[in-house]
């Protein structure tokens, strides 16, 4: 048994409630970030038993038949137990489930693996194997294969083959998992997971008999510092309508429910793959993807731009980060003295103030088969930002992801340096923006800065250095110097 901080395990949303009440752990073999999290654990009364041996405690003779046997005896009605074993002892776990009566027909494998900072839990079923493998990501002939797998009914072969793979058990006539999704109850979900420092997040998508698409998307806040999902709610109510007339697909609120006292968005799922899928497939599709998104940024810059007449003091919060991370850089002070010098040159001048979406990366934009365009996750959105932000980070981003997020200064660089690889297509993109909202060319160069800044200071005071240390290296690569 192990007693936990207060962030809730992502294990917890496969319960009917999407939580638990209680918890225990037995064995040695669970990863830290699955580890169910609450007040502690209460022997007998626990509604999430966890059972994940190492290869050693597998090995003890009885060990397994012991602890599996114990296991059903404690797991009560609406109860879920989460078995999590090694290879090479998997069927033997299995069969010992079932031989207590307990219904363990659901596999769910952890991909890449249940350690990853990012990972994906995902039933082994055809619908949400081939979602999770063939839309979310690149279509790699590994990935076909498992599908392939799976479609040949071989779900036993890839419980055994892939790193992480766990057996969910219920007692017959139980509430299925992921109940607290809505009625009808789905029939499953692909789970996104991310540790982000002291951030725990998950977005599953629900499906329904029916449709091999997912048809709800929910974003759980697991942890104690959580994001305000009805502030984001809030944000695609105020954003959206213009953001769907410009020609993109945006979710739908359909809910806003509390789970352990955390509010979850429940949204409608937009059909399309993301770009950074597309892009690791086939990174000539580049400037095509771009001029599609700037075609839609275009419009809706035009149907919510909002001239306004900014002080010096507004200019300068939006590049404060500077002189947080002056020491950093080469010529830090004469960087800062630069910056500031050119935000008194624009204050008191009119700048077209934009709604922006402030986080348009690869994995946000989707692009569907019949041409269709979506843009996903607004929790960041804002009514009134500088221009050509979103512009900047989204073609930065799907360069990146063309080189597997390696090197984001090389990104940069392949789109905004003259030398660059994307440069021309780019450059021809940011002047169908400048040009239709009247960007001057201090202007840009001023909101290109402020670009990276924005993101440096959100993660700076978040003790996350390496999630601003790669916007660091952008700058450093630009002093001031990119083109407009």
């Known amino acids: 048994m192990r007693d936990s901080p207060r962030a809730q395990s992502p294990l917890e949303l496969l319960l009917p409630e999407g939580y638990a009440r209680h918890f225990e752990v037995t064995g040695s073999g669970c990863p830290d970030r699955l580890l169910p999290r609450g007040e502690g654990a209460l022997p007998g009364r626990s509604d999430l038993l966890v059972l994940a041996p190492s290869p050693y405690e597998c090995a003890r003779p009885g060990w397994l038949r012991t602890a599996i046997r114990g296991l059903a005896g404690r797991l009560p009605a609406g109860g879920l137990a989460y078995v999590l074993a090694p290879r090479g002892w998997r069927w033997r776990a299995l069969s010992l489930l079932r031989g207590t009566g307990l ?29 999770a493998l063939l839309e979310l990501g690149p279509r ?7 599908v392939l797998a799976l479609r040949a009914r071989l779900d036993w072969l890839l419980a055994e083959a892939l790193p992480s793979v766990a057996f969910v058990a219920r007692w017959p006539d139980s509430p299925a998992p992921f109940a607290w999704l809505g009625e009808p109850t789905p029939v499953g979900a692909v789970a996104d997971l991310e540790w982000d420092g002291r951030d725990v997040a998950a977005v599953v998508h629900g499906f329904w008999s029916g449709p091999d698409q997912p048809s709800l998307v929910a974003k759980v806040p697991l942890s104690a510092p959580v994001r305000d999902r009805a502030q984001e709610a809030e944000r695609l109510s105020e954003l959206g309508p213009a953001a769907r007339e410009a020609g993109a697909a945006v979710p739908e609120t359909v809910a806003i429910r509390t789970l352990q006292g955390k509010a979850v968005l429940m949204e409608t799922a937009l059909p399309g793959r993301p770009a950074a899928g597309l892009l690791r497939e086939q990174s000539r599709r580049l400037p095509q993807l771009i001029q599609a998104a700037v075609r839609w940024l275009q419009r809706w810059n035009e149907l919510t731009v909002q001239p306004a007449v900014v002080g010096e003091a507004w200019l300068q919060e939006r590049i404060a980060a500077a002189r947080l991370i002056r020491a950093e850089l080469g010529d830090g002070e004469q960087y800062c003295r630069r910056l500031e010098s050119l935000a008194r040159e624009l204050a008191g001048g009119r700048i077209p103030l934009v709604a922006a979406h402030q986080d348009l990366s690869a994995s946000n934009l989707l692009f569907a088969r019949n041409g269709g365009f979506g843009v996903v996750d607004w929790e960041m959105a804002s009514g009134a930002a500088l221009p050509l932000v979103d512009f900047f980070y989204m073609a930065s981003d799907l360069a990146a992801a063309t080189m597997g997020y390696r090197s984001w200064p090389s990104a940069a660089v392949a789109c905004f340096k003259p030398e660059g690889r994307w440069a021309s297509q780019v450059a021809a993109q940011q002047a169908r923006l400048t040009g239709a909202l009247g960007i001057s060319p201090g202007l840009a160069t001023f909101c290109f800065h402020a670009c990276w800044l924005g993101r440096i200071q959100r993660d700076y005071h978040r003790g996350l250095r390496e999630r601003w240390q790669p916007f660091l290296e952008i700058l450093r690569a630009f002093p001031l110097e990119v083109r407009a």
């Open 103 to 131: 219904d363990a027909g659901l596999f769910v494998a952890h991909l890449p693996n249940s350690y990853a900072p990012r990972q994906r839990m995902v039933p082994l079923r055809l619908p949400e194997l081939r979602y």
């Open 140 to 146: 790699r002939p590994s990935r076909r294969l498992l």
